[in-house]
């Protein structure tokens, strides 16, 4: 029995992170480090107009007067930024107007990550003839698919600009929309907010870009994959998503990454602008490669997301699952200008081995009758550490602002660390502020009643998570919510016992 | 290719509880078909038993054995025991929250087809056994939709355990002390669900502290169990001598 137990560990530990390969693509890079030069280079490769640059360069000269954070939980070594490469672009012909131009290598590398949407079939159905405007249960979701750093392909724009909906690479829409990039870019996320945000402003490379007209109510489910393909590459992601009076939008955003020794950053800024009456639901599932067992590699996830709710009767909804990555340093927030609007925030965050999480949001509230939810479930194991982190402010014009909070944290083993560190603020005396945090663990009773049904143990843990989770799971659109839950599942093999 | 060895035979086990002996020196035989109840007072070891039958971790065999069809289980992990065919119907289900009673039934089948090679049960298949086993312990639906075992009463917890043994389809059964927190209504459709699976291939070990579940459940063979092992054995009529006369003289004799 010993042999057998010791075989299927190994082939265990072999398939555990099995995203973890390497696409083999020519790669153009800019050199090493970080400069004026290289972010000239960086926007001079994507043919940029002159406000752009100036827009980075401002950005980059207010980066160098900041100094890295140091408030959060989390440790690292220092890192160095002249250490890394900032620009790296899968080369292929000039402009692809459909994916039969797209490099057969990229569309492999979909396929190998097993991408269960049915993405894969609608990157590859979009050529097929009279195929993309027939409606099916699997084509409701169209994918920016981000290779590296430059979005190289874009589905089903048709049927979205019949609708007048914009959904492209932020690069395109500075190209094409700069009306609305000059308007929204940096109005929630300013370029000095933090130090991650300000780098992503000045090097950022591509990101999706996605505006909903007046009244519209976006057809289908956007999504974007994400993947960070070139070793030391630094990868700056810029997402903005408006969405005007009276629409609605659901965005899904999902990546994996391979393996790597290095640990690569990843500093993403995402910005959501919901004007009157307009809804955006954000969705993230988050896997980045977490470094292995002892904690080697993996990779740094410093992620700036911010939404205004701008317009009275807004409402944005946050909905993330964090499993990977070595260091998350993460909090999704919303600020509640419009009267009447409404910020719900809903995370799982699994940290295993030696991965290092300090998550949470800030719910800002400015307008009257301004709500805000926050049910956080952190999942600890191994010898992982995470962190709440949450800020409910209350400003003095917001009469009768809302809040609850609840932060639930479940623990696996003795070895790994939970952590509550909610911060409130009220301005206001009208104001109503709820905060509930449970701390567990998975019991003995729980576990020998599953096993004794049958389940194994890795199984009755997923189960029993699982159901810890279930009240951000059900948040999440459909499909995702299946790949969600069999992402806990990995995410938590060999982690008891 | 019947069996011919006992569904299931414990040889002079001897278990322990952080070190200290609960069961000493128990032998007990039971054929596929037959019902025993296991009656014994309180502190006896009765859910020791169960447990070590069943593996839970933290019980230690310390001797003799446990074999199954006449394999002992010993190295069997308590999800290979349950798969193997032992079933145990918890004194006090656990609670799981946020996991459908249907999620969790499912998966409890599915791990079963897949130790025999088999796919996932499909889910109109489920279902159609699912509606039939609850029509059968008088369970409604809007029970199933809650997480397992959450916010049942104690009559609906055993009803639920019943249904899940029902489905499951064991070849041993241990129920233990699942007349405890019945009322008489919930007695009478617990005790129903057993009867029904009553057959030549399964076999039933019944512990109870109380010779009322007897009256539904009548066993073929009762023990009585003191001190860490079975003192006395006979038939069903020593259940109720047992009522009669209480534990006193088998705790004395234990002692």
Redesign the interface.
Known sequence: MAATESTVKTVREMERYKYGFETDIEVETAPKGLNEDIIKFISAKKNEPEWMLEWRLKAYRLWLTLEEPSWQKVKFPPIDYQDAYYYAAPIQKAGPKSLDEVDPKLLETYEKLGIPLKEQEILAGVEGAGQPDVPDMGSNVAVDAVFDSVSVATTYKKKLEEKGVIFCSISEAIQNHPELVKKYLGSVVPQGDNYFACLNSACFTDGSFVYIPKGVRCPMELSTYFRINQKNTGQFERTLIIADDDSYVSYLEGCTAPQRDENQLHAAVVELVALENAEIKYSTVQNWYPGDEDGRGGVYNFVTKRAACRGNNSKVMWTQVETGSAITWKYPSCILQGDNSVGEFYSVAITNNMQQADTGTKMIHIGKNTSSKIISKGISAGRADQTYRGLVRVLPKAENARNFTQCDSLLIGSDCGAHTVPYIESKNPSAKVEHEATTSRISDDQLFYCMQRGLNQEEAVGLIVNGFCKDVLQTLPMEFAVEAQKLVNISLEGSVG | MKNMAPLIEIKDLHASVDGKEIIKGLSLTINAGEVHALMGPNGAGKSTLS?VV?????YEVTGGQVLLNGKDIA?M???ER??AGI??A?QY??E????GTT??LK??IN??RR?RGEGEIEPMEFLKLLRAKQKELDIPDEMIKR?VNMGYSGGEKKRAETL?MSM?EPAFCILDETDSGLDIDALKVVSDGVNAMRSPDRGFLVITHYQRLLNYIVPDYVHVFAGGRIVKSGGKELALELEEKGYAEFTEQAA
């Open positions: 447990a069943a593996g839970r971790e933290g190295d992990e308590a999800d349950a798969v079933f145990l918890f289900p656990v799981i929250p946020g996991v999620t969790f998966a409890a791990a079963r130790a997480p899940q499951l």
